[in-house]
């Protein structure tokens, strides 16, 4: 019993113990202003302050592999923000020195220009709200984001500087990459690489540079970010930097655009440590006669090294929490072919490589598509997808009730679809080395991130083969078991047991469910979240259903209507819990408290206030019904209408003060503050989108 319980309890404990921390806590945002009031009709600076955690990095406006920071503001009408002014980029290495992208890292600040109208009235102050994403990586990479707010008077006065932040911003903005006089660019390109030659503009040149001090970030992708570039100085103080191309460039550029940094600095005294380039691509300049500096080696290994890295992190990605489940069913499949000829259980190792490969040559197809229409993709990055995320752990669901019982194919194979086997078992195989694919995806082995970061660099063939790679390592233990079959006599003999075991690996896969689920929780607003919990449960009653009436030996009615039901309530469940992204004119709810509602009501805001709770069912149907309605989101858009939730989830004794207050004991309560009023407008319990409406006052 030991021998049969500790691979299940491996697998379970592989998967707890590997959970990812939630994401957000390794980089803390907050946004901070350059100056302490705001002056009608003049622009002013504030910036997304991001403070990262040792060794985790985020990226700049051209990533190189990763996402770049964004922002999407929340301002008053006639506002208007521009673009994240982006300091000088630094080149972004892993542990073994492998270039992994361009970014940021430590304490960061990202400038923004805001300019206000200038009808603006001086007074009251104005909030200023902001919803800011970015992608930080250490070994592994994880989403954050963070709405943001920052409240600042209004003046008629000349602004003064913010006494924390304004020297700061300010210093920042005075080394933001710009073109200089001192010095002159100019470019060429070939098929493969391209030329920038900088020099001094005046016979007294720049400062003395070192060749080992530069590098040029391409903004729209043009140059490869992970090959070496090589820097050769003139003897006169200009150098000339060889770029290799990025094969998923853009092939018409008509001009070499991007930051190139100095460590010393471009200016004498050590400042601008980026200078802008935008030079049109021309004819090669003349070779410089003079003796030229060795060309930095390659990475250790070269492109043989990667597809080693590529193998490795292929092998380890059996040991994941996402994978140990599905390999560890075909334990199952090793036992009862154990007693089939070794021509037998060689192909089927063959099929389920074949399977493993395809997936990963459509995988890494879609990505080359993807990435040549400009898309900045990465490993794992299908995640951030809800709607990934949701069929996936419905799949996951479905597989860990098939391995509980509830329901059976009929089949001894394991494999996964709706004909896990045919009469030869080969699709079975086949179908299982794809769902390993599908379910590898997500997980970062720790050998597989530099391999993965040159696949979606490199060019297709090169792409294609590393992908091939990690695709063989991924299936050799499998392969490798069925071209030696003697090597499987030393499992377990077909018996009783084999269903306790069957049963007993299902645990890890509801695990893996209730890890997605976990995440959908992070990327999902409450009522949406209910949504998808009830679609899953939707799903589960459809392959019970299945299970219920498709039983074998059940007669050929009773099977169809099994079959009929499964659909119709996968269907419906698919339905009801495929998450849809949030709407730009979705509303988002601040925190109610007394002081909110006080200090909103001074600003003769219009307020809506909703007390709810999670485990209440009105509350929910309330919100779904009304938050979901066009004319209720734009209604609440035109007359900009600030939104307060107080959630009494769990006891919170302003809530309960404030209900008492009138005459209240349960949720769901709500009422608008209108300006000029004394007391609020009472809604009824049972809300409508019209009922909303009419009460809001016109």
């Given at each position: 019993?030991?021998?049969?319980?500790?691979?299940?309890?491996?697998?379970?404990?592989?998967?707890?113990?590997?959970?990812?921390?939630?994401?957000?806590?390794?980089?803390?945002?907050?946004?901070?202003?350059?100056?302490?009031?705001?002056?009608?009709?003049?622009?002013?600076?504030?910036?997304?302050?991001?403070?990262?955690?040792?060794?985790?990095?985020?990226?700049?406006?051209?990533?190189?592999?990763?996402?770049?920071?964004?922002?999407?503001?929340?301002?008053?009408?006639?506002?208007?923000?521009?673009?994240?002014?982006?300091?000088?980029?630094?080149?972004?290495?892993?542990?073994?020195?492998?270039?992994?992208?361009?970014?940021?890292?430590?304490?960061?600040?990202?400038?923004?220009?805001?300019?206000?109208?200038?009808?603006?009235?001086?007074?009251?102050?104005?909030?200023?709200?902001?919803?800011?994403?970015?992608?930080?990586?250490?070994?592994?990479?994880?989403?954050?984001?963070?709405?943001?707010?920052?409240?600042?008077?209004?003046?008629?006065?000349?602004?003064?500087?913010?006494?924390?932040?304004?020297?700061?911003?300010?210093?920042?903005?005075?080394?933001?990459?710009?073109?200089?006089?001192?010095?002159?660019?100019?470019?060429?390109?070939?098929?493969?690489?391209?030329?920038?030659?900088?020099?001094?503009?005046?016979?007294?040149?720049?400062?003395?540079?070192?060749?080992?001090?530069?590098?040029?970030?391409?903004?729209?992708?043009?140059?490869?970010?992970?090959?070496?570039?090589?820097?050769?100085?003139?003897?006169?103080?200009?150098?000339?930097?060889?770029?290799?191309?990025?094969?998923?460039?853009?092939?018409?550029?008509?001009?070499?655009?991007?930051?190139?940094?100095?460590?010393?600095?471009?200016?004498?005294?050590?400042?601008?440590?980026?200078?802008?380039?935008?030079?049109?691509?021309?004819?090669?300049?003349?070779?410089?006669?003079?003796?030229?500096?060795?060309?930095?080696?390659?990475?250790?290994?070269?492109?043989l090294g990667t597809l080693v890295l590529a193998f490795v992190?292929?092998?380890?990605?059996?040991?994941?929490?996402?994978?140990?489940?599905?390999l560890g069913i075909k334990i199952l499949g090793f036992v009862?072919?154990?007693?089939?000829?070794?021509?037998?259980?060689?192909?089927?190792?063959?099929?389920?490589?074949?399977?493993?490969?395809?997936?990963?040559?459509?995988?890494?197809?879609?990505?080359?598509?993807?990435?040549?229409?400009?898309?900045?993709?990465?490993?794992?990055?299908?995640?951030?997808?809800?709607?990934?995320?949701?069929?996936?752990?419905?799949?996951?669901?479905?597989?860990?009730?098939?391995?509980?019982?509830?329901?059976?194919?009929?089949?001894?194979?394991?494999?996964?679809?709706?004909?896990?086997?045919?009469?030869?078992?080969?699709?079975?195989?086949?179908?299982?080395?794809?769902?390993?694919?599908?379910?590898?995806?997500?997980?970062?082995?720790?050998?597989?991130?530099?391999?993965?970061?040159?696949?979606?660099?490199?060019?297709?063939?090169?792409?294609?083969?590393?992908?091939?790679?990690?695709?063989?390592?991924?299936?050799?233990?499998?392969?490798?078991?069925?071209?030696?079959?003697?090597?499987?006599?030393?499992?377990?003999?077909?018996?009783?047991?084999?269903?306790?075991?069957?049963?007993?690996?299902?645990?890890?896969?509801?695990?893996?469910?209730?890890?997605?689920?976990?995440?959908?929780?992070?990327?999902?607003?409450?009522?949406?979240?209910?949504?998808?919990?009830?679609?899953?449960?939707?799903?589960?009653?459809?392959?019970?259903?299945?299970?219920?009436?498709?039983?074998?030996?059940?007669?050929?009615?009773?099977?169809?209507?099994?079959?009929?039901?499964?659909?119709?309530?996968?269907?419906?469940?698919?339905?009801?819990?495929?998450?849809?992204?949030?709407?730009?004119?979705?509303?988002?709810?601040?925190?109610?408290?007394?002081?909110?509602?006080?200090?909103?009501?001074?600003?003769?805001?219009?307020?809506?206030?909703?007390?709810?709770?999670?485990?209440?069912?009105?509350?929910?149907?309330?919100?779904?019904?009304?938050?979901?309605?066009?004319?209720?989101?734009?209604?609440?858009?035109?007359?900009?209408?600030?939104?307060?939730?107080?959630?009494?989830?769990?006891?919170?004794?302003?809530?309960?003060?404030?209900?008492?207050?009138?005459?209240?004991?349960?949720?769901?309560?709500?009422?608008?503050?209108?300006?000029?009023?004394?007391?609020?407008?009472?809604?009824?319990?049972?809300?409508?989108?019209?009922?909303?409406?009419?009460?809001?006052?016109?």
């Open positions: 019993m030991k021998r049969l319980l500790a691979p299940a309890l491996l697998a379970a404990a592989a998967l707890l113990a590997t959970f990812p921390t939630r994401a957000g806590a390794q980089v803390a945002a907050s946004l901070v202003p350059a100056d302490a009031s705001i002056r009608p009709g003049t622009p002013f600076t504030v910036a997304l302050r991001m403070v990262h955690e040792p060794h985790w990095h985020s990226y700049w406006v051209n990533p190189g592999t990763g996402l770049p920071t964004s922002l999407k503001w929340t301002l008053p009408d006639g506002w208007t923000a521009g673009p994240i002014q982006w300091p000088a980029p630094m080149l972004l290495t892993d542990t073994r020195g492998n270039v992994i992208g361009n970014g940021y890292d430590g304490d960061l600040l990202l400038p923004v220009t805001i300019t206000p109208p200038a009808s603006l009235q001086a007074g009251a102050p104005v909030e200023l709200k902001v919803a800011a994403e970015w992608l930080m990586c250490q070994d592994e990479c994880v989403p954050g984001s963070a709405k943001l707010s920052l409240s600042l008077p209004v003046s008629a006065d000349d602004p003064k500087p913010d006494p924390r932040w304004g020297p700061r911003i300010r210093a920042v903005l005075a080394q933001l990459p710009v073109a200089d006089a001192s010095w002159t660019v100019a470019a060429s390109r070939d098929p493969k690489s391209a030329t920038l030659t900088i020099r001094p503009a005046g016979p007294a040149g720049g400062p003395p540079m070192a060749a080992g001090g530069l590098h040029f970030f391409s903004e729209d992708g043009t140059i490869s970010t992970e090959l070496p570039q090589v820097v050769v100085p003139d003897g006169k103080g200009g150098f000339t930097l060889t770029l290799s191309l990025s094969p998923d460039g853009p092939k018409d550029a008509a001009n070499l655009t991007g930051v190139l940094t100095s460590k010393q600095g471009w200016r004498p005294d050590g400042s601008l440590p980026g200078l802008r380039v935008d030079a049109p691509f021309g004819a090669a300049p003349a070779p410089v006669a003079t003796e030229t500096a060795a060309a930095p080696a390659p990475v250790a290994g070269g492109f992190g292929g092998l380890i990605l059996n040991l994941m929490p996402c994978v140990f489940p599905v009862n072919q154990a007693g089939a000829d070794r021509r037998k259980v060689t192909l089927h190792g063959l099929v389920f490589t074949s399977g493993v490969l395809v997936s990963f040559w459509v995988l890494a197809g879609i990505l080359a598509v993807l990435r040549a229409g400009g898309s900045h993709l990465g490993w794992g990055f299908q995640l951030q997808s809800p709607a990934f995320v949701f069929g996936l752990a419905a799949a996951m669901l479905a597989f860990a009730l098939n391995m509980s019982g509830v329901f059976e194919f009929g089949l001894t194979a394991t494999g996964f679809g709706s004909q896990l086997q045919s009469k030869s078992g080969f699709i079975g195989s086949f179908l299982t080395g794809a769902l390993a694919t599908v379910a590898a995806t997500p997980c970062a082995a720790p050998f597989l991130a530099p391999a993965l970061g040159a696949a979606l660099a490199l060019s297709t063939a090169q792409s294609f083969a590393i992908f091939t790679v990690i695709g063989i390592g991924l299936s050799t233990p499998y392969l490798l078991l069925s071209a030696f079959p003697s090597a499987v006599k030393v499992l377990p003999r077909p018996g009783a047991w084999m269903e306790t075991f069957k049963q007993a690996m299902a645990f890890p896969l509801y695990a893996t469910v209730a890890y997605l689920v976990w995440v959908l929780a992070g990327q999902l607003p409450e009522t949406g979240l209910l949504s998808s919990l009830f679609g899953l449960v939707l799903v589960a009653m459809g392959v019970w259903a299945y299970g219920r009436w498709n039983a074998p030996g059940a007669s050929p009615g009773r099977a169809r209507f099994g079959m009929a039901a499964c659909i119709v309530l996968l269907a419906f469940g698919a339905w009801a819990g495929w998450p849809t992204e949030r709407a730009p004119t979705d509303i988002v709810w601040d925190k109610w408290s007394p002081e909110a509602v006080e200090k909103l009501r001074s600003e003769n805001r219009l307020i809506y206030v909703d007390f709810t709770a999670r485990w209440c069912a009105t509350c929910q149907a309330n919100k779904r019904l009304v938050f979901h309605s066009d004319e209720v989101l734009r209604a609440f858009r035109e007359k900009n209408i600030a939104t307060l939730r107080g959630d009494w989830t769990t006891k919170d004794p302003q809530i309960t003060a404030e209900l008492e207050k009138y005459h209240r004991a349960a949720v769901p309560f709500n009422l608008i503050w209108a300006p000029g009023r004394a007391d609020p407008i009472i809604l009824p319990e049972l809300l409508t989108p019209s009922v909303v409406l009419n009460a809001i006052p016109k």
